[in-house]
């Protein structure tokens, strides 16, 4: 135990609203990611909608999804959309050439895309094929979808069984193309992304698609301030790719369970640096963007580990631990943070892939600690950012090196419940925390994801072993919480109004 920290909410102070498209998700045609996690087909025993699992869409409607991002990642650069439409039986097979030479049935396209995104009620981000497509190619594929005039590829959806145009709110212009996406560099790629925005863009599209060029991997500055200076005026959104890990060498990235407290270190200093890589990313966007019109869209993140033995390394398939939640929650606290610049971000990825919400095996299924993260905190999507002041910054320490030990932040839901979401990074101290609480509210909920190891995590036959547990309202004198935030945990605190 250490002192008392106090936590002071700011009445005054007004932070805007926190977008919910911070809270979106990714899902790339990678290994079980998209087929057996999310698709079975109509013919599966098991039980689905119109060929998406039941269980899955179940579990993240309880999440309220914004946005969710496909078809990739780098599958985006090498996908065809035609081959995703029309009778299912007469799709074309392809070799999957990025995730692992399998065959690609395509079973799964736009016509399902679109079915899952209206059955989860999110809005539709579509990543196009910039660097094996053509241009022609991606503006088809925009008036397939979103078009309403007589015209024959319109026709063509409608006979595939759509009548209606759908409208995707984000249009993304090429995956990491200075890698899988073309190997580009940023100034040949800025001319292209001009280039494709000529024929896919305003007044063409209404309502409106924001449309995301592809930004810097990590720290590429370069790639930022060439982006912003050749292309700035011209896009909607430039995305931004970090990943966390442990040992931040992509040959040996360290296990998903089963590390030690230097992996459980370093993975969260790698979390944490997403303050850092923001910060510098956005300074430079200030340049020629200082009134932030140009969202900056952290369109992958979340932790990256060695696959799981035994299973294709090209299939990214890890567990998901306490560490993996701790990860989550600096995470999107960083990103309330800075929600005047970056005002979507999604996770890599829902499902069987890299961090995911939900893991499957065959009929079962389970939710991670990062599942349980986003649904402690999708109270914040759409809220009044508040201001919260600590009495003092108490530090992690391992070895020679420190971390902040706690992050906090809070908001206030449109019906005057406050939230707060916090989390301790120490594995060894609990963190003694009081709380002023403003007149108009009293605690009403207090939910707390720890466990003793920091690697616990869910099984199949364990499904529900790591999740937050409702916790007596904490002790209140006069307008005093004091609160216990245990080590190595994930917290939310509810104030109801009174
Ligand atoms: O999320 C997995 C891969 O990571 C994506 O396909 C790619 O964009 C990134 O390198």
Not at 180 to 196: I, L, T, V
Not at 210 to 215: D, E, L, Q, T, V
Request: aromatic share 8%; net charge negative.
């Amino acid at each position: 135990m250490s002192d008392s920290v106090e936590l002071r909410l700011d009445p005054a102070a007004r932070g805007g609203t926190i977008p919910p498209e911070l809270y979106g998700h990714f899902a790339e045609h990678i290994g079980r990611g998209i087929y057996e996690g999310l698709w079975v087909g109509p013919e599966s025993s098991i039980p689905n909608t119109r060929g998406l699992r039941n269980d899955v869409l179940e579990a993240l409607r309880q999440l309220d999804i914004p946005v969710l991002r496909w078809p990739g990642g780098c599958f985006a650069d090498a996908y065809h959309w035609r081959d995703g439409i029309g009778p299912r039986d007469q799709r074309p097979r392809r070799r999957d050439p990025i995730w692992g030479n399998v065959i690609e049935t395509n079973a799964f396209g736009t016509h399902e895309f679109m079915d899952l995104v209206e059955l989860l009620g999110c809005k539709a981000y579509v990543a196009a094929n910039l660097g094996s497509g053509t241009v022609q190619e991606m503006s088809d594929w925009v008036e397939y979808l979103t078009g309403s005039a007589d015209s024959t590829l319109v026709r063509e959806r409608r006979a595939n069984g759509r009548e209606q145009p759908w409208h995707i709110d984000y249009l993304g212009v090429g995956n990491e193309n200075w890698v899988c996406g073309g190997n580009m560099r940023p100034e040949y790629y800025a001319d292209e992304f001009r280039r494709y925005n000529c024929f896919v863009r305003p007044p063409y599209l209404k309502p409106a698609i924001h449309r995301i060029a592809c930004g810097p991997n990590e720290a590429d500055y370069r790639w930022t301030e060439v982006l912003m200076e050749r292309a700035g005026t011209a896009m909607d959104g430039l995305s931004l790719h970090a990943y966390s890990l442990p040992t931040g060498d992509w040959k040996r990235k360290g296990p998903a369970t089963g590390f030690d407290e230097n992996q459980w270190f370093s993975t969260l200093r790698a979390a944490v640096r997403m303050d850092e890589l923001i910060t510098r990313h956005s300074a430079i966007m200030d340049r020629t963007d200082p009134d932030r019109r140009v969202n900056l869209v952290v369109d992958e993140w979340g932790a990256w580990y060695d696959t799981e033995p035994g299973t294709n390394p090209r299939f990214l398939y890890q567990q998901n631990t306490l560490r993996d939640a701790l990860v989550a929650a600096v995470t999107l606290h960083i990103f309330h943070q800075h929600a005047d610049r970056v005002r979507m971000a999604n996770l890599a990825q829902t499902i069987n892939v890299l961090q995911s919400l939900i893991l499957t095996d065959g009929p079962r299924m389970l939710r991670t600690p990062t599942y349980h993260v986003f649904e402690l905190f999708k109270c914040h999507q759409g809220a009044e950012r508040l201001y919260v002041q600590l009495s003092a910054a108490p530090t992690y320490t391992y070895g020679a090196d420190t971390l902040p030990a706690l992050s906090v932040a809070a908001t206030r839901a449109p019906d005057g419940t406050v939230n707060l979401t916090l989390a301790n990074l120490d594995p060894h101290r609990d963190h003694p925390l009081s709380l002023r609480v403003p007149s108009n509210v009293a605690a009403a909920d207090w939910r707390v994801l720890t466990a003793a190891a920091m690697d616990a995590h869910n099984t199949f036959d364990e499904p529900d072993r790591l999740v937050p547990a409702h916790l007596p309202a904490p002790a209140q004198e006069a307008d005093v919480l004091q609160l216990n935030l245990p080590a190595k945990s994930v917290a939310r605190l509810s104030l109801s109004p009174v």
